[in-house]
Nanobody, 116 residues
């Protein structure tokens, strides 16, 4: 149930910016907390940022002050604006929605590569 399609990744130099988008379909998007995760090679997937149905955002310490999560319920889309990117931000980025207390639906992800 539910389909998520991420886009917007790419190759960027350190200090640069990217905006990721995730379009959801097949779900009542507006009622769910949405999250952005990332997974670097040989590392566990980690939650980077989340935004509740009411718009409250929470960030991992590693991205606080550099990343901004937002949502457009009319477009069933969640965004992740990333500024001042660092090489350690290199990863595949995924979005998901929290259902029953867990994030259990995933898109194909979008690759972000930050060169030093």
């Amino acid at each position: 149930q539910g389909r998520l399609v991420e886009s917007g990744g790419g190759l960027v130099q350190a200090g640069g910016s990217l905006r990721l988008s995730c379009v959801a379909s097949g779900i009542n998007f507006a009622i769910y907390t949405m999250g952005w995760f990332r997974q670097a090679p040989d590392k566990q997937r980690e939650l980077v940022a989340s935004i509740s149905s009411s718009g409250t955002a929470v960030y991992a310490d590693s991205v606080k002050g550099r990343f901004t999560i937002s949502r457009n319920n009319a477009r069933n889309t969640v965004y992740l604006h990333m500024d001042n990117l660092k090489p350690e931000d290199t990863a595949v980025y995924f979005c998901s929605f929290r259902r029953g207390g867990a994030y259990d639906a995933w898109g194909q992800g979008t690759q972000v590569t930050v060169s030093s």
